[in-house]
Nanobody, 130 residues
């Protein structure tokens, strides 16, 4: 009923920037508003982790490793989520996923917990070389 499609991944050298986008589309007739949206990432042989989350009112949360380097934003009119990634490091290399949840998905630390999100994109690869 809800489809998420990420774009903007790629390969970049350390110190470079990338901007990820996630377009959300809702099947006609299905009632849903993406109150909370987050970016997650998963590196090889590691668990998926929350990177940043944003509520529909614009309040944001970030994981410590990306604070000051990544900026999450959203365009509610376009149902699109963004992640501006600056000063990229090799340890940022991962598959990045966007997720859409509900009002409670952004409460406390829920924005970084997979189980609070019902819709996921297929992911976009980000590779940062040293």
């Amino acid at each position: 009923q809800v489809q998420l499609e990420e774009s903007g991944g790629g390969s970049v050298q350390a110190g470079g920037s990338l901007r990820l986008s996630c377009a959300a589309s809702v099947v006609s007739g299905y009632t849903y508003s993406p109150y909370c949206m987050s970016w997650f990432r998963q590196a090889p042989e590691k668990e998926r982790e929350g990177v940043a989350g944003i509520a529909i009112d614009g309040s944001r949360s970030y994981a410590d490793p990306v604070k000051g380097r990544f900026t999450i934003s959203r365009d509610n009119a376009k149902n699109t989520l963004y992640l501006q990634m600056d000063s990229l490091k090799p340890e940022d290399t991962a598959m990045y996923y966007c997720a859409a949840g509900y009002e409670w998905s952004c409460r406390g630390a829920h924005w970084a917990r997979e189980r609070y999100f019902g819709y996921w994109g297929q992911g976009t690869q980000v590779t940062v070389s040293s």
